[in-house]
């Protein structure tokens, strides 16, 4: 059996250790600190926790940042903290039994290549150990050592400043003016917690797009919030947009941040995001105040910007980023990770038992899916089942992949390596529309390959999506069929805005029932507005009267409230003395106006209603329905004039 030597107890680490043991494997994962959880860990007596303070908010819904074979308590919020992280790793360990492999307080000191072997040489409680591996994974992150720049008079605020990575609560803060520096997603999140106790001082070198967790489902004002990521589906991920187009998309999303000077985006901005909820809003209320420059020094109780300002603060709180500890690799291999050259980001373009998981360039979404498919890949091409390009095409390949893709672009393209992307299973339409435009979950990685579990996969994929749905349509007052037949009659701009309210009614009525969505009721109230659905109704009554004598009020009701409803639509939705839009007569005259050479005005709602409605009509309509159907394609093809269209009825 093969002994892999795991360095970090984190996400990437333990997802490792589970894949190793999935591929037969022996994995040792060997931890710097005491516990799991990496980032995530806790504070204990020991030793502070990871970067990470326990009420944290994670940046991604727990439908995008899980494991695949592992899902997260349907009870958990939308975007769990960081202390529900912790015990979600915890359970994953348990549930995959990881502990046994686990060794703590770890200080890995060397890792070198032994001809076809690895020698890692660790220290632990005291002792100097070496032992030889046959591969080497590198999960220790990105986030080894909180950073802080060198500036002048960093000295003089020394009992008055922390690093994010050292921040708690907001308690410590009350009463007291904080200057937060960095405008990253750390910075963006600890101001925005502390502003609600406090009053904080926001200090940024450049200004990011301000992107809250949950952002408008659709273009109109009105429609429900939903998680951004779960808008980041296949389809859009397909889409390529011009910078205007990417700027117009940010814009819409993050509101009202451009009435913020210092936080104002153009099209020519430098990218970047930053994840915040109630930024915006406690700036415009005075709970932050942000400024834009750089530090020239500290001095005491102020700090001294470039341009001249100074400000004073009772607290410093820097966010300034990480430094990621790689000492104990050789320069070279440590030169490949930082220039990017490594096979899909994991590999030497010629050592294959020996890779990085979790030290990608960049920021590419939830990391969750991504280092398990990473893990995955490492594995298997280490027990021998998946095997790399020769060094000189691993090289080509290298020279050629982009440094930056999407998380969406990076994990088909490591699940294809895998054999385990769905895109070409055969899938019905209904699978198809999912997998294309509902949330991108790596649970589509399990529904082919060798570890896939369709059934039970089929079946999250599809309550995941059901939730989706559940939110985007929370305030919709509509059905969800008629939605396309609003937009169009939005689209016609009449003027007479009392009457197009009474057609867009009956449209989408019209429209909904028409194509069979609810079957037989559908066929009649396809024709509720004549007599054949009051005689139809009449005939339904009797024929169940006679069949079921004993429960015959069911009947009397059912056809009782048929007429009431006929009447009462009739009544109150329709115009006085205004001909039924779907009839064959009404479409007969609407179609002798348009072929007239005369100069007579056609009704733009009628035009409407024959083209969309008189489309799903019965057989007497058919051939004025197709005729009007041509006529209107004419019409939108500049072949018609149209200046016989307007909006008063007949």
Not at 223 to 242: C, H, K, V, Y
Not at 289 to 308: H, M, R, S, T, W
Not at 358 to 377: D, F, H, K
Not at 568 to 581: A, E, G, V
């Given at each position: 059996?093969?002994?892999?030597?795991?360095?970090?107890?984190?996400?990437?680490?333990?997802?490792?250790?589970?894949?190793?043991?999935?591929?037969?494997?022996?994995?040792?994962?060997?931890?710097?600190?005491?516990?799991?959880?990496?980032?995530?860990?806790?504070?204990?007596?020991?030793?502070?926790?990871?970067?990470?303070?326990?009420?944290?908010?994670?940046?991604?819904?727990?439908?995008?940042?899980?494991?695949?074979?592992?899902?997260?308590?349907?009870?958990?919020?939308?975007?769990?903290?960081?202390?529900?992280?912790?015990?979600?790793?915890?359970?994953?360990?348990?549930?995959?039994?990881?502990?046994?492999?686990?060794?703590?307080?770890?200080?890995?000191?060397?890792?070198?290549?032994?001809?076809?072997?690895?020698?890692?040489?660790?220290?632990?409680?005291?002792?100097?150990?070496?032992?030889?591996?046959?591969?080497?994974?590198?999960?220790?992150?990105?986030?080894?050592?909180?950073?802080?720049?060198?500036?002048?008079?960093?000295?003089?605020?020394?009992?008055?400043?922390?690093?994010?990575?050292?921040?708690?609560?907001?308690?410590?803060?009350?009463?007291?003016?904080?200057?937060?520096?960095?405008?990253?997603?750390?910075?963006?999140?600890?101001?925005?917690?502390?502003?609600?106790?406090?009053?904080?001082?926001?200090?940024?070198?450049?200004?990011?797009?301000?992107?809250?967790?949950?952002?408008?489902?659709?273009?109109?004002?009105?429609?429900?919030?939903?998680?951004?990521?779960?808008?980041?589906?296949?389809?859009?991920?397909?889409?390529?947009?011009?910078?205007?187009?990417?700027?117009?998309?940010?814009?819409?999303?993050?509101?009202?941040?451009?009435?913020?000077?210092?936080?104002?985006?153009?099209?020519?901005?430098?990218?970047?995001?930053?994840?915040?909820?109630?930024?915006?809003?406690?700036?415009?209320?005075?709970?932050?105040?942000?400024?834009?420059?750089?530090?020239?020094?500290?001095?005491?109780?102020?700090?001294?910007?470039?341009?001249?300002?100074?400000?004073?603060?009772?607290?410093?709180?820097?966010?300034?980023?990480?430094?990621?500890?790689?000492?104990?690799?050789?320069?070279?291999?440590?030169?490949?990770?930082?220039?990017?050259?490594?096979?899909?980001?994991?590999?030497?373009?010629?050592?294959?038992?020996?890779?990085?998981?979790?030290?990608?360039?960049?920021?590419?979404?939830?990391?969750?899916?991504?280092?398990?498919?990473?893990?995955?890949?490492?594995?298997?091409?280490?027990?021998g089942k998946i095997t790399l390009p020769e060094p000189a095409k691993r090289k080509a390949h290298?020279?050629?992949?982009?440094?930056?893709?999407?998380?969406?672009?990076?994990?088909?393209?490591?699940?294809?390596?895998?054999?385990?992307?769905?895109?070409?299973?055969?899938?019905?339409?209904?699978?198809?529309?999912?997998?294309?435009?509902?949330?991108?979950?790596?649970?589509?990685?399990?529904?082919?390959?060798?570890?896939?579990?369709?059934?039970?996969?089929?079946?999250?994929?599809?309550?995941?999506?059901?939730?989706?749905?559940?939110?985007?349509?929370?305030?919709?007052?509509?059905?969800?069929?008629?939605?396309?037949?609003?937009?169009?009659?939005?689209?016609?701009?009449?003027?007479?805005?009392?009457?197009?309210?009474?057609?867009?009614?009956?449209?989408?009525?019209?429209?909904?029932?028409?194509?069979?969505?609810?079957?037989?009721?559908?066929?009649?109230?396809?024709?509720?507005?004549?007599?054949?659905?009051?005689?139809?109704?009449?005939?339904?009554?009797?024929?169940?009267?006679?069949?079921?004598?004993?429960?015959?009020?069911?009947?009397?009701?059912?056809?009782?409230?048929?007429?009431?409803?006929?009447?009462?639509?009739?009544?109150?939705?329709?115009?006085?003395?205004?001909?039924?839009?779907?009839?064959?007569?009404?479409?007969?005259?609407?179609?002798?106006?348009?072929?007239?050479?005369?100069?007579?005005?056609?009704?733009?709602?009628?035009?409407?209603?024959?083209?969309?409605?008189?489309?799903?009509?019965?057989?007497?309509?058919?051939?004025?329905?197709?005729?009007?159907?041509?006529?209107?394609?004419?019409?939108?093809?500049?072949?018609?004039?149209?200046?016989?269209?307007?909006?008063?009825?007949?």
């Amino acid at each position: 059996m093969l002994e892999v030597a795991i360095l970090g107890a984190g996400v990437s680490g333990l997802t490792c250790a589970a894949a190793a043991l999935r591929e037969g494997l022996k994995p040792t994962v060997l931890e710097k600190f005491h516990d799991i959880g990496g980032v995530w860990r806790l504070d204990s007596p020991q030793e502070i926790g990871g970067a990470a303070w326990p009420g944290m908010e994670l940046n991604n819904t727990r439908f995008t940042g899980t494991f695949s074979d592992f899902s997260w308590p349907a009870e958990s919020p939308d975007f769990p903290t960081a202390l529900q992280m912790y015990h979600y790793l915890s359970c994953y360990a348990d549930h995959f039994k990881l502990r046994s492999h686990l060794h703590f307080g770890c200080h890995v000191r060397q890792v070198q290549q032994q001809e076809t072997k690895w020698k890692v040489t660790w220290l632990q409680e005291n002792c100097l150990i070496e032992k030889y591996f046959d591969a080497v994974l590198v999960a220790t992150g990105k986030y080894s050592n909180f950073k802080i720049p060198d500036f002048a008079g960093l000295d003089s605020i020394s009992d008055k400043m922390c690093h994010a990575a050292q921040y708690r609560q907001p308690d410590k803060y009350k009463g007291k003016k904080v200057l937060v520096v960095g405008g990253s997603l750390s910075g963006t999140a600890i101001t925005e917690e502390l502003s609600n106790i406090t009053t904080v001082i926001h200090l940024i070198r450049r200004a990011r797009w301000l992107l809250p967790r949950r952002i408008l489902s659709a273009q109109h004002e009105g429609s429900p919030r939903i998680p951004f990521d779960f808008l980041e589906t296949q389809a859009n991920n397909d889409i390529r947009l011009s910078p205007e187009e990417k700027y117009n998309k940010m814009l819409r999303f993050c509101e009202k941040q451009n009435v913020i000077p210092e936080w104002q985006m153009t099209p020519q901005s430098s990218w970047g995001v930053a994840i915040a909820d109630e930024y915006v809003e406690n700036v415009l209320h005075g709970k932050i105040k942000p400024y834009q420059g750089e530090i020239n020094c500290f001095a005491g109780n102020k700090v001294i910007l470039k341009d001249g300002n100074e400000i004073e603060f009772d607290a410093v709180i820097f966010c300034t980023g990480y430094e990621q500890d790689l000492s104990f690799l050789s320069q070279e291999i440590q030169n490949k990770l930082k220039a990017g050259d490594l096979y899909e980001d994991i590999f030497d373009d010629s050592i294959d038992n020996f890779g990085f998981i979790g030290n990608y360039p960049g920021t590419r979404g939830a990391v969750t899916p991504i280092v398990q498919l990473q893990a995955e890949l490492a594995c298997k091409v280490i027990a021998g089942k998946i095997t790399l390009p020769e060094p000189a095409k691993r090289k080509a390949h290298i020279a050629q992949t982009p440094k930056l893709r999407t998380a969406i672009n990076y994990m088909n393209t490591l699940a294809t390596i895998l054999g385990n992307n769905p895109a070409k299973m055969p899938l019905n339409l209904r699978e198809k529309y999912t997998l294309n435009y509902g949330i991108f979950t790596c649970k589509r990685f399990r529904l082919t390959g060798s570890d896939c579990d369709p059934q039970v996969t089929w079946r999250e994929i599809n309550n995941d999506e059901k939730y989706r749905r559940k939110l985007i349509h929370s305030k919709e007052k509509v059905p969800t069929l008629a939605k396309l037949c609003k937009q169009k009659i939005s689209e016609l701009n009449t003027q007479n805005a009392k009457l197009q309210k009474r057609k867009r009614l009956y449209y989408l009525l019209r429209y909904f029932v028409g194509i069979g969505v609810v079957g037989p009721i559908a066929g009649l109230f396809k024709y509720m507005l004549n007599l054949k659905a009051i005689i139809l109704a009449g005939v339904a009554t009797g024929i169940a009267l006679i069949l079921l004598p004993t429960s015959a009020w069911f009947p009397i009701c059912f056809g009782i409230m048929c007429h009431a409803a006929m009447s009462l639509y009739q009544t109150f939705f329709l115009p006085i003395n205004s001909p039924r839009i779907d009839s064959p007569k009404t479409t007969k005259k609407a179609i002798k106006l348009i072929e007239s050479e005369g100069n007579k005005p056609i009704p733009k709602a009628m035009l409407f209603g024959f083209r969309y409605a008189n489309r799903f009509a019965g057989k007497d309509n058919e051939p004025y329905g197709k005729k009007a159907w041509e006529l209107c394609q004419s019409l939108e093809e500049g072949k018609l004039c149209t200046s016989k269209i307007h909006s008063k009825p007949l």
